[in-house]
């Protein structure tokens, strides 16, 4: 399924994936999301001597309200790609923009701010606080941005209300199924208001059909936001605007959905 | 790309960022609740483990406070006015405890005031006392009032077969009339085999003979005015004690010269404040150190050598324990729980928020098992009484205050925030990509 909110032709025009990122142009009015020869390896410590490279020069950019997709098998650097957007890790090499922010000149504070303002995550294992109700994990993201008691509550409410679990507020998550945790854990997600939402794998503790159905929450419930997806789910990426495709860490094909098929 | 992105609620008002660690308390306080639930065993052994030290540190401080006590009864006195390096009605006769000066006219000045009932200096001397014609001589503890109007009872002897006041100071003269008047206890009778009436020989020499000698003037004769009936007295330890007049003790002892005293005991009345006499007392021997009956317990703890050390190692040995306990389980809890760590990072919290939310988790922990180690301690230095009593001691020997509590929770704390580091750190080096997958 196509999202019907799907970027306009000249917005396209503007968001095509980079392959070497030298002659790129960026506007910072439409794109959301850039990265620019981003290179990243594990094990360089002192006591590693062996390294290995998550992402080698990768280069994309992500328009502002755009849905995609970032495919490929396991240790292709999916994940790597959206900790270094979410400001989780730090990239070797390149530069990564996320709403007009250079995140590699950031500290990790203020990146952490940027991420508690900005940014949403969902996640593969959903990990929701397992003492906490459904409603009050939702609200937590706000308890840092020092929103009353009251007002988190009824804006988790409202969120839980939109994916559909409003009889299942005061749950704790050991009593909701896989497919209800991760539509609690993206109403957790965008409680906050982001502007990006970023999701890892998260279909991949679930079903194929509960799966697809919970994609098509994030992306409706998302609605103007910009979200990227990281799965190796092929039929999960019916929902996207646009697939980007890593293999070995590198960018290796990229286009529209529709394009592919 | 600029890094000029705005940043949402980042400098709200004053009350945004009160919400927020309000919210973080919450957080913190659920993190325990969720710890009860996932690790219960753990966590009621912390928190035993954490009453049990603090239990034993209120028994042995309770007991060096009970020793402390020995030395010097403070109930029986509103506030008392000792030197400084002083305090103690020290039964150790070999050593000169600094002692106060010209305490007659001050006494006399507190005693004048609407809000104090009485005023006495006491001064404590060893001395060797025989019943006259007798060749049987006992050391006992001599104690020298000024007995006021109303009588009071000092360590256990009443000052009422006393003349009141003092007659032999005669305004500093020393000499005004003589007494004469020996109030004993049972025991310092049953030493000398003494009885009401009988005439006493008091001196400072070591031997009966040369005792004689020194009164063979004949000018000094005491008379057994009471003999006093008391199960135990602090003051003298294993010494009997008697009580004479305080001019006449200065004059056998020499202590005549810059008319001194021990202490100063002042009882007030009517109203139980002692704030005001205290600031008096302060004022009239600002070099001095004034007691009340609410701090006289910490301060009998201080001037008490025995006490002071045994009551020192209690606390270092329960704030060591407590952190090596606190900072194990912690290290644990943070260990089991990187995953949620991670989480509150991935989602926005602060470095120092995720560090604020175990510091409170840890302090509440630790504040958990000090609040139920006062409890054992309670309960422990009752026991503690009871066995003692039962069985070697005729009193009980340990004490228990209201500020005990304090000085517990406060002991535990200090151990939790020294425990702290070492989760903190564990906290802080939380690989978030590592524990999110």
Not at chain 1, 7 to 12: L, V
Not at chain 2, 263 to 277: E, M, N, R, Y
């Amino acid at each position: 399924m196509a999202r019907n909110s799907s970027p306009t032709e000249n917005e396209r025009s503007r968001v095509r994936p980079i392959s070497g990122g030298a002659d790129r142009t960026m506007e910072p009015s439409s794109v959301a999301v850039g990265c620019e020869r981003v290179t990243h390896e594990y094990g360089t410590g002192s006591t590693v001597s062996r390294t290995v490279t998550a992402l080698r020069d990768v280069s994309f950019e992500v328009a502002t309200g755009e849905v995609v997709g970032l495919v490929g098998p396991s240790g292709s650097g999916k994940s790597t790609a959206l900790h270094i957007i979410g400001g989780l890790l730090e990239p070797n090499n390149g530069t990564v923009d996320v709403l007009g922010t250079d995140l590699t000149a950031l500290s990790g504070a203020k990146r952490t701010r940027l991420r508690r303002d900005h940014i949403g995550f969902v996640f593969q294992q959903f990990h929701l606080l397992p003492a906490l109700s459904a409603r009050d994990n939702v609200a937590l993201p706000l308890i840092e941005r020092g929103v009353s008691r009251r007002e988190r509550q009824r804006r988790a409410a409202e969120l839980l209300e939109q994916v559909g679990l409003d009889d299942r507020m005061d749950h704790l998550p050991s009593e909701l199924s896989g497919g209800e945790q991760q539509r609690v854990a993206i109403a957790r997600a965008l409680v906050a208001d982001p502007e990006v939402v970023l999701a890892d794998e998260p279909t991949g503790e679930l079903d194929t059909g509960t799966g697809a159905r919970v994609l098509e929450l994030l992306v409706d419930v998302a609605d103007e936001r910009t979200v990227l997806i990281a799965t190796h789910d092929e039929r999960a990426m019916a929902v996207t605007d646009r697939v980007l495709r890593l293999l070995d860490g590198e960018m290796r094909q990229a286009g529209q959905f529709s394009d592919e098929q | 790309m600029s890094g000029d992105l705005p940043e949402r609620n980042r400098d709200g008002p004053r009350g945004r960022r009160i919400r927020r660690w309000i919210g973080l308390f919450r957080v913190a306080i659920y993190r325990l609740v969720s710890r009860l639930r996932q690790v219960p065993k753990q966590t009621v052994v912390t928190v035993a483990l954490i009453a049990v030290t603090i239990a034993l540190l209120v028994i042995v401080t309770g007991i060096a406070a009970g020793i402390a006590a020995d030395s010097a009864d403070e109930s029986e006195a509103d506030v008392r006015i000792v030197p400084v390096g002083g305090g103690t009605l020290s039964s150790v006769i070999d050593v000169e405890n600094a002692r106060l000066g010209n305490v007659h006219e001050t006494s006399a000045t507190l005693d004048e005031r609407e809000d104090v009932a009485s005023a006495t200096p006491v001064f404590v001397e060893a001395l060797r006392i025989q019943v006259d014609g007798s060749d049987e001589t006992e050391t006992v503890l001599a104690m020298g009032v000024v007995p006021p109007a109303e009588p009071i009872t000092i360590e256990g002897l009443s000052t009422a077969p006393l003349e009141p006041g003092d007659p032999h100071f005669a305004n500093g003269t020393y000499d005004g009339t003589r007494t004469g008047e020996v109030v004993l206890t049972d025991e310092a009778a049953a030493a000398i085999n003494a009885s009401e009436g009988d005439s006493l020989e008091i001196g400072r020499s070591t031997t009966a003979a040369t005792l004689r000698q020194e009164n063979s003037g004949g000018s000094l004769e005491y008379t057994t005015t009471a003999i006093e009936d008391t199960e135990t007295n602090s003051v003298s330890g294993e010494l009997p004690l008697v009580m004479l007049h305080l001019s006449e003790l200065q004059s056998i002892s020499g202590a005549d010269d810059d008319d001194l005293a021990d202490q100063v005991l002042v009882k007030t009345d009517p109203d139980p404040s002692t704030a005001a006499v205290e600031s008096a007392a302060a004022d009239t021997y600002p070099n001095a150190t004034v007691q009340t009956g609410d701090d006289g317990q910490v301060e009998l703890i201080r001037s008490n050598d025995f006490a002071l050390a045994t009551s020192l190692v209690a606390m270092i040995v329960a704030v060591v324990i407590c952190s090596l306990f606190i900072a194990t389980s912690a290290a644990l809890t943070v260990d089991k729980d990187r995953q949620t760590i991670a989480v509150f990072a991935a989602i926005g919290f602060s470095a120092r928020s995720r560090l604020a939310i175990v510091a409170v988790t840890t302090l509440s922990l630790t504040l958990a098992g000090a609040l139920v180690g006062i409890v054992l301690g309670t309960i422990g230095t009752a026991v503690t009484n009871y066995v003692a009593t039962a069985t070697v001691a005729p009193e009980p020997i340990a004490t228990l205050r209201p500020t005990f509590g304090l000085y517990a929770i406060a002991v535990a704390l200090v151990a939790g925030v020294l425990a702290l580091p070492y989760p903190l750190y564990l906290v802080a080096r939380t690989n978030v990509v590592t524990e999110l997958g």
